[in-house]
């Protein structure tokens, strides 16, 4: 996760991106089958989310850890999920492979909008 140089700091000192990092690699230190992020990259710039991104997907392929990723950034989402699952208000509206999901009438709807 890359966090060696932060290594002495206390947590809260860091930046938020950097906190999420170290929450991520807590999670790992139990050596989970299942990894369950919870908006993982909410409030973080573009170059934040890029490194999550990728220590997401190493996590994966390295670890073959399953991880569910709850995420309202479609692009991520899309980008790096194998099947997705779209709720409106807790209302399961599409699922599939992020192709089939991207263009379905309701999940468009929902979340990108109709001009």
């Known amino acids: 996760m890359e966090l060696e140089p932060y290594r002495k700091k206390t ?5 938020y991106g950097i906190q ?8 790992l230190t139990l050596g ?3 990894l369950l992020l919870d908006e993982p990259m909410a409030g973080m710039n573009i170059e934040e989310k890029e490194d ?19 995420e309202h950034d479609l692009g991520v989402v899309m980008d790096i999920s194998d099947y997705v ?3 409106d208000f807790g209302e399961l509206i599409g699922a599939g492979k992020p192709r089939e999901v991207a263009s379905n009438p309701k999940v468009i709807e929902a979340y990108i909008g109709e001009d």
């Open 11 to 15: 947590v809260g000192s860091l930046s």
């Open 85 to 87: 699952h779209v709720l």
């Open 20 to 27: 999420k990092r170290v929450e991520v690699a807590r999670a």
């Open 52 to 70: 999550m991104v990728r220590f997401i997907m190493d996590i994966q392929k390295e670890r073959h850890i399953t991880v569910v990723l709850v």
């Open 32 to 34: 989970p089958k299942l």
